[in-house]
């Protein structure tokens, strides 16, 4: 599996019971802080190896870095990575890095996977039910806080969203007969949700009001605290969404906001989603069901 869907990483086979599976990711600092930065892009890194329901491995740094800064702010960028990369029992392997004007750091991320259990973006069937597993809302808090209007411990919640794994997330959802899973991240809930659609030919029903947020994020979105990745996400993906009139558009910009390291959503059978929807929210801070998938419609995406 590669170019050829939208999946979260690729897989090659190695066995009818193995298979490697591989990410790579990296981005500039969103936070202040070295040391957060690392965990935040590793736990992003990390999380397109569990969207497709595999077991991280080992992992490679990715650096790139300015030679007019401290090199200790390096150490406590990798020593961040490194952090994550053990809290998903995996070890960080090596690495490269570059001279650059601006800071940057991810991982390559490698893993094993059973080729009969890989969760595509593709699995989604007419009557699914769609779990997400974290609350939304990280790109318009970093704005607002970039803008100087965000209370701290708003923003604390941000941070501690972006830097949480969904190791446990998906080891609980490997645990049931799942159809499919994606993560949710730069393309925002709805961007990921259209992929979901169209590589499953089926439409997916986002129900606006059952969206867990992040504190503030409805606030600094109403007051128009929106990340420009948002208005690109709805330039792109809006002609494949029909947005009902009753939906609060506060709600429509926060379903655009492109996430960082955002949580997994997972379309599982009406059969299972009441008892999975329990197993994760007694282990996980957030988890809620947020639509369901239907025959194919007109449009890729409803929202009501
Ligand atoms: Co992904
Ligand atoms: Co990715």
Excluded at 80 to 105: M, R, T, W, Y
Excluded at 183 to 203: N, P, R, V, W
Aim: proline residues 5%; negative net charge.
């Amino acid at each position: 599996m590669g170019f050829d869907s939208s999946d979260d990483a690729c897989i090659y086979k190695i066995s009818d019971d193995v298979a490697i599976v591989q990410t790579v990711d990296f981005f500039p600092p969103m936070v202040d802080d070295p040391f957060i930065f690392g965990q935040i892009a590793a736990a992003n890194a990390l999380s397109d190896i569990y969207a497709m329901g595999g077991k991280v491995t080992h992992a490679l740094n990715l650096l790139c870095f300015p030679s007019c800064l401290d090199i200790s702010i390096a150490g406590e960028i990798l020593a961040g990575g490194a952090d994550k990369v053990l809290e998903a029992g995996a070890v960080v392997a090596g690495g490269h890095s570059i001279v650059d004007n601006e800071p940057k750091f991810g991982l390559c991320v490698s893993g094993l996977i059973d080729p009969k259990k890989v969760l595509p973006n593709s699995g989604a069937r007419p009557g699914d039910k769609l779990i997400i597993t974290k609350a939304m809302g990280t790109g318009i808090l970093s704005t607002a806080q970039k803008g100087g209007i965000l209370a701290e411990s708003s923003y604390m919640a941000a941070i501690e969203t972006m830097r949480q794994l969904n190791r446990r997330a998906a080891e609980i959802a490997q645990t049931f007969d799942m159809s499919g899973c994606t993560d949710i991240t730069g393309f925002g809930l709805i961007g990921h949700a259209c992929e979901m659609a169209e590589g499953s030919d089926t439409t997916i029903v986002l129900d606006s009001a059952a969206i867990p947020l992040l504190p503030d994020a409805f606030d600094m979105a109403s007051m128009g605290i929106i990340p420009a990745g948002a208005y690109n996400n709805r330039d792109y993906f809006g002609s494949r969404v029909e947005v009902k009139d009753s939906v609060h558009l506060a709600l429509s910009d926060i379903m655009y906001d492109p996430q960082t390291s955002g949580g997994l959503l997972l379309a599982v059978p009406e059969k299972d989603a009441a008892e999975l929807l329990k197993a994760l929210k007694g282990e996980l801070p957030v988890a809620e069901c947020i639509g369901e998938v239907i025959p194919k419609g007109e449009k890729s995406i409803v929202v009501i």
